[in-house]
């Protein structure tokens, strides 16, 4: 398999730009298809966001690049090779389904999973108490995780897959169970891994989350892949050929096709040869005294739902 490479900033160094990379991959369990020749690519450094309804074969894929699955057909490389327990060793994975020991203390169970990432005991201490603190749950650090809330275990499982700073995480709905307070916590900890080079895959169901997090986006529904791309050029993509304008005046009565919308703005449909900016340009010669003016954008829960629901591509 051939990876992307880019020239960083000093011309002697090449970079390896494609972090995971799926190509062809297909997967069957007995006569149900879950993924069908799906090619796609994780870059570094970016948070990409993995979409699709429930059954979509969502959680397949991510199971078959991190070598839980294998494929039936296709391959799948990871910084650059073929799968193998170097590779693995430097990604952690958030699975939806709790997963963590009940009875053991919340310190000692984080502790001992640093430890299985390559920490060693007085690292994977230290490591767990910065992570308890880091997201609030340093009070609980002597108990048991059975005693815990549903959103505080999610926590100490989010806490768990960063603690090592693996340079790829593959987050599987992190926000199940948290109150708004800790889902802001968690996006600020994604965005961090951002701006630190490292690499996040984000799995949810939350398609305002996908909005404010991600980069670039694929969606896949029954097992093939709808969309794939940069985030913004695809909301551009699939948005209607319209624009809403916030003015004192009444378009209506001064001949403009218009509607208002929900939100107090005026909502009109440009001919398919007209762009935005010609559009401006034309009320602004027309008088139109304009508060606020943009292109309608459309929101990613609208193309989820369009395309899920059998849409137009």
């Known amino acids: 398999m051939t990876a992307i490479w880019s020239v960083s900033d000093s011309p002697d160094t090449l970079r390896l730009v494609e972090i995971l990379a799926f190509r062809g991959v297909s997967k069957r369990f007995g006569g149900q298809v879950a993924l069908d020749d799906v090619s796609l690519e994780v870059s570094r450094g970016e948070v990409f966001g993995l979409m699709g309804p429930n059954g979509a074969g969502k959680t397949t894929l991510i199971r078959i690049g991190l070598d839980i699955l294998r494929a039936d057909e296709g391959e799948v490389s990871l910084f650059g090779a073929p799968l193998n327990r170097s590779t693995l060793d430097r990604t952690a994975y958030l ?10 203390k919340v310190c000692e169970l ?4 640093g430890r299985l990432k390559g920490l060693k005991p007085a690292e994977s201490r230290k490591a767990a ?27 100490v499982q989010i806490a768990a897959c960063l603690m090592s700073d693996p340079e790829l995480c593959v987050l599987d709905e992190p926000f199940s169970g948290l109150d708004p307070v800790n889902v802001a916590l968690v996006q600020h900890l994604i965005e961090e891994r951002r701006a630190s080079g490292l690499t996040t895959v984000l799995s949810t ?12 986006v694929a969606l ?10 940069d985030l913004e050029e695809i909301r551009r993509r699939y948005s209607p050929h319209e624009v809403v304008v916030w003015t004192s005046m009444d378009l209506v009565e001064l001949g403009v096709d218009a509607v208002r919308d ?9 001919p398919e040869t007209e762009t935005a900016a010609g559009y401006l340009n034309e009320l602004i010669r027309s008088g139109i005294l304009i508060d606020r003016y943009e292109p309608l954008v459309a929101r990613m829960d609208e193309i989820f739902v369009n395309l899920v629901s059998g849409g137009a591509e």
């Open 220 to 229: 896949i529904h029954h097992g093939r892949l709808v969309v794939y791309g």
């Open 95 to 104: 699975p939806e389904e709790r997963g963590l020991y009940r009875r053991a």
């Open 262 to 270: 929900a939100n107090g703005g005026w909502r009109v449909s440009l």
């Open 129 to 155: 108490a910065h992570w308890l603190e880091r997201v609030g749950l340093s009070r609980v650090a002597e108990q048991r995780v059975e005693s815990l809330s549903k959103g505080m275990t999610q926590k």
């Open 110 to 113: 984080l502790s001992y999973l």
């Open 205 to 216: 169901h939350l398609m305002h989350q996908i909005e404010a997090l991600c980069d670039r």
